[in-house]
């Protein structure tokens, strides 16, 4: 007996799993939030070089930027024959053009600026002001950034090996503690006593240290909450957690209007996390992951709660049959667990590396398209909101059409397009006028379809990845998926950082080519809609992948044909007896068409 046709004894989708099931949601708010943080405490306003005759008094202010852009803004000419490398946008922020004292030009040199002044309208103080990461100092930003990534990467490989080895349970509670206590460290480290290096060195570990503990959060809560309902409810859980990563956006969004401030905005956050320290008490440990782990004793007693909170009759005999197969399972020499069983097969090989690279291009896509909001024409609060509102609404539709289509045909249609809608940006480039209101109207449409696209894509990854690991090492799978995934986010996150910097709109079309050559790796998955998830590496071999399959087909008819010689012999000797005409007797030849 499979574990999901015992669940379903007992109820799959009854009071307990939706309690649990809720309780895991209110968590997954919580990586949205450290992801995005970072996008309003370490926000670029506007900004330009001060005003060299008014050092201490100059401000972004309508009539200082006048003055400034009069008398020391580089030309259009100035920047193209002096730093082609870049914008011209980028030129005439990041330089300033040399002057004497009564203001005749001496050359046409530039000189990078040596201070800023930037915009208040929309933040009170930044780590990008306070640091000054911006121009030729932008790189800090985007290490720390990247830096956060790498954090992801490691508590995605770490926390999910952890978890497939000590539970799911355990590993989540350590992580809500590591989460509060580097919240709280990103806080109060950068100081002015202590100087930039120091400072910035104890922030990005802090932040590292975020970005492990929520990995250890989000894929082990994801597992979780799939492993404790039936197939026919995965697409549920699988797709309403993903609304909570839209609602901890709209969260943060709500912190960040009203708290101006990067530290004080910092400190909030860290101390929204404390109370999810007690969810130690009210989460559940796995009944699937332990009857895979042998834990029968543990496994019986959860599963014997679930039946008392569902109404349900517990069936000692069905239970003795899933225990036993479970026992026939391990006895097995094929019955491997950890990261070789992964690679334990050419089917199983090659699932598990198309897995690896799909997730590195959702994440590259989505985190790229989810980072550049601040690029959007609109009030960074408007867009950001925008975004997270597009966000939710492409999850809704995901869950309305994958049990009617299925994971494969949503996820390659969704990359397709991606690519088309990013491609567009050309034509409205280059043959509307230059920032008109059509033209940034459209620009605008295209970011919110582009979001909309990217967030469908990655929202099935999340859902087809788990369904096509085994359980043995789903966690361990998932977390090697999340880990290369950050690959993505870093290049993600440099191409907006740095590629912005010679076109705005060349990250766009590089995020699109990429979607395209994942769109046709795609296509060779197997459909996992309705089925059940595979508890061993040799289920997911019975999946087959479409190709294998044809090949597969063809040997066992091939097989078929050519009939054990003795077999044929023993047919035909049993068959003709029960015929006293010659004619209706039966040869070998009869037999083999047979």
């Not at 004292?101 to 001496?106: D, E, P, Y």
């Not at 697409?235 to 901890?248: K, R």
């Not at 867009?383 to 996820?411: C, M, N, Q, T």
């Not at 085994?470 to 966690?475: E, G």
Request: charged residues 15%; positive net charge; contains cysteine.
């Amino acid at each position: 007996m499979k574990f999901d046709d015992f669940l379903k004894l007992i109820n799959d989708w009854g009071k307990f799993q939706k309690v649990k099931y809720t309780i895991i949601c209110l968590t997954y708010m919580l990586p949205a939030i450290m992801v995005y943080t970072y996008s309003f405490t370490a926000a670029t306003p506007n900004f330009r070089c001060r005003n060299p005759l008014q050092w201490l008094n100059d401000s972004y202010s309508t009539i200082s930027n006048s003055i400034f852009n009069e008398e020391y803004r580089p030309t259009k000419e100035q920047c193209l024959s002096n730093k082609k490398s870049i914008s011209l946008k980028e030129c005439q922020r990041c330089f300033i053009r040399s002057t004497s004292i009564n203001n005749q030009s001496i050359d046409d040199t530039l000189k990078s600026c040596q201070s800023y002044v930037f915009d208040r309208q929309y933040y009170k103080e930044t780590l990008t002001e306070k640091w000054t990461m911006v121009c030729n100092r932008v790189s800090y930003r985007s290490w720390v950034q990247m830096i956060f990534f790498v954090g992801y990467m490691v508590g995605s490989i770490l926390f999910g090996i952890l978890a497939d080895k000590y539970g799911r349970r355990p590993i989540m509670s350590v992580s809500f503690i590591l989460m509060s206590f580097s919240g709280l460290l990103c806080t109060f480290a950068p100081q002015q006593s202590f100087g930039f290096w120091p400072s910035y060195i104890i922030f990005v570990l802090a932040r590292f240290l975020l970005a492990c503990s929520t990995r250890g959060i989000s894929v082990s809560g994801f597992v979780l909450a799939s492993e404790i309902v039936g197939p026919k409810k995965r697409l549920l859980t699988g797709i309403v957690i993903e609304y909570f990563f839209a609602f901890g956006q709209m969260i943060l969004l709500i912190f960040a209007y009203f708290i101006r401030s990067w530290r004080i905005l910092t400190l909030s956050i860290a101390l929204f996390t404390v109370p999810y320290i007690f969810f130690y008490f009210i989460l559940p440990e796995s009944p699937r992951w332990l009857i895979s782990k042998g834990r029968f004793d543990e496994g019986e007693k959860i599963l014997r709660h679930i039946a008392k909170i569902n109404n349900r009759v517990f069936n000692n005999d069905a239970y003795k049959k899933l225990k036993d197969e479970q026992i026939k399972n391990m006895s097995e020499k094929n019955h491997q667990q950890g990261i070789r069983s992964l690679f334990q097969s050419k089917i199983m090989t090659f699932i598990s590396i198309n897995l690896f690279f799909q997730w590195l291009v959702q994440n590259l896509i989505f985190y790229g398209i989810s980072q550049s909001t601040g690029s959007w024409q609109l009030n960074p609060y408007l867009s950001f909101g925008v975004s997270a509102f597009v966000e939710l609404l492409s999850y809704i539709f995901v869950h309305l059409i994958l049990d009617r289509i299925g994971r494969k045909i949503p996820y390659v249609c969704f990359l397709i397009l991606f690519c088309i809608v990013s491609i567009l940006i050309l034509p409205i480039e280059y043959l509307m006028e230059k920032d008109g209101k059509g033209q940034l109207l459209l620009l605008n449409i295209i970011n919110g379809t582009l979001k909309f696209l990217s967030a469908g894509s990655y929202a099935i990854i999340y859902i087809y990845a788990n369904e096509l690991f085994p359980t043995n090492v789903r966690n361990t799978g998932m977390g090697i998926c999340s880990m290369v995934a950050r690959i993505g986010a870093i290049i993600g996150t440099y191409s907006n950082d740095n590629l912005t910097r010679l076109w705005i709109h060349l990250p766009i079309l590089f995020y699109g080519s990429v979607s395209i050559i994942a769109a046709l790796l795609a296509l060779i998955f197997p459909e996992t809609l309705n089925q059940p998830l595979p508890q061993t590496v040799d289920d997911v071999e019975k999946m087959n992948l479409i190709n294998i399959r044809i090949y597969r087909s063809k040997r066992l008819f091939n097989d078929n044909i050519q009939l054990n010689e003795q077999s044929v012999e023993r047919f035909t000797n049993y068959i003709n007896p029960q015929f006293d005409n010659n004619e209706n007797q039966y040869n070998k030849e009869q037999v083999v068409r047979l």
